[in-house]
């Protein structure tokens, strides 16, 4: 939904952008097969005395809560994020190293060794409501938990896109009402044209981290908000920013807030099924596990969906490039001009240091945003049709 891809224009890229982005891209490829081997370890490596490595941190947690189920749940996903995020922790530190080597950090240390540990509770708690919850309907419906289980995990996702603005973000960035009035009224006449409102426009202080700049459209109901970065609202111009708060009232008008859940809503349907009939077959027919209540097979779970995340990945992101496309429509034709949308573009391809022009299956894989110069491109062709030449 942000305004900013990690991409980007009709210039060819600078050698520097392109390191950057394949070295990226290497790195979240070598974080998800990390996370993929360690999934396959706990499941299929066994100790010398025959247990596999699940089945050993189970017995580690049912014995630390004192044969009490919930806390042992709990106490086994602890470990499990805890082993998780310590091999992952190298990874998480060079990422780190690599956005201050391209000049594209503000962050200390310090700030971003207590980001680490805020992000792994957050991790924590999310990670340990969803594990109670998917153990207690299996435990209170063994036939038709995955029903359930999807029912709450619903609940929860749209409970938690309401709260996210205004729990979560502010746990990593500081937030405040966007107070530069000629911006506010630029807003107030597109909201009114678009015969819509927007609950509230933040400044959000990128800067204390991210030489980066970006923007979006977060939240649901009475939460609903466009943030913008505050490296956005010091580097360009009104006319720029107008076009940013367009793009992302696009969004709004189009609802593709509401539709990006409905769709991980149908997705999560056959995720759950799925993943019961695998467990299903797993206990019953390979004998994997004796029970299905029994939580060493946790890992199998999360493998399930995580190989199906991956299958699904590219058809997300054709369907966020989809929307993306539809919100810069929205935005070319709501402004004066869109000039300023095309010059916004090309500084958040310089500024963010993005590819201007990845490979085909690089964009067809990997971004959420159209390359930058697809979207120039769009932008010409729409002033073209609408035979306006620029006012400036
Ligand atoms: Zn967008």
Redesign the pocket.
């Known amino acids: ?3 900013a891809a990690t991409t980007s224009d009709q210039h060819p890229d600078t050698p520097e952008a392109r390191a950057y982005n394949r070295l990226r891209r290497r790195l979240s490829v070598v974080d998800f097969l990390l996370g993929l081997a360690f999934l396959l370890v706990l499941l299929f490596v066994t100790t010398s005395l025959g247990a596999r490595w699940s089945e050993v941190l189970r017995d580690w947690a049912w014995l630390a809560a004192r044969q009490h189920y919930s806390l042992a749940v709990f106490l086994y996903i602890a470990m499990l994020l805890l082993i998780g995020k310590l091999l992952g922790l190298p990874l998480d530190f060079y990422s780190f190293r690599l956005e201050h080597r391209y000049n594209l950090s503000n962050q200390k240390l310090r700030s971003w060794a207590w980001d680490q540990v805020k992000g792994w509770l957050v991790g924590l708690v999310l990670g340990s409501i969803v594990a109670e919850l998917i153990y207690w309907t299996i435990r209170q419906a063994p036939q038709r938990w995955w029903l359930l289980a999807w029912v709450a995990f619903t609940a929860l996702a749209i409970f938690f896109a309401q709260i996210a603005p205004v729990v979560l973000f502010p746990l990593f960035y500081k937030f405040q009402p966007l107070e530069n009035e000629d911006l506010r009224e630029r807003l107030v006449r597109l909201s009114e044209r678009a015969g819509t409102r927007i609950r509230g426009v933040y400044e959000w202080k990128l800067s204390e981290k991210s030489k980066k700049a970006n923007a ?2 977060t939240g649901l109901g009475r939460t609903r908000r466009i943030i913008l970065a505050d490296t956005l609202l010091e580097n360009y111009s009104p006319e720029e920013i107008e076009s940013i708060l367009a ?2 009232l ?2 709004h008008v189009h609802r593709h807030i509401v539709k990006g859940i409905l769709v991980q809503v149908v997705i999560t349907f056959f995720g759950f099924w799925a993943t019961a009939a695998i467990l299903r077959y797993a206990v019953e027919q390979r004998h994997m596990f004796e029970t299905l209540t029994d939580f060493a097979n946790l890992p199998l779970l999360a493998l399930v969906s995580t190989v199906m995340s991956l299958l699904l990945m590219p058809a997300l992101n054709a369907y966020s490039r989809y ?2 496309r539809q ?1 810069d429509r929205y935005c070319f034709q709501s402004v004066p001009d869109v000039a300023p949308f095309i010059s916004s573009m090309e500084k958040l391809a310089q500024q963010n240091l993005a590819e201007r022009r990845p490979s085909p299956a690089v964009e067809w894989l990997f971004h959420s ?1 159209p390359a930058t110069w697809r979207r120039i491109l769009a932008a010409e062709m729409f002033r073209r049709r609408r035979g306006v030449t620029p006012a400036r």
């Open positions: 939904m942000t305004f979006a459209l793009h992302e696009g969004h929307n993306e919100a945003h």
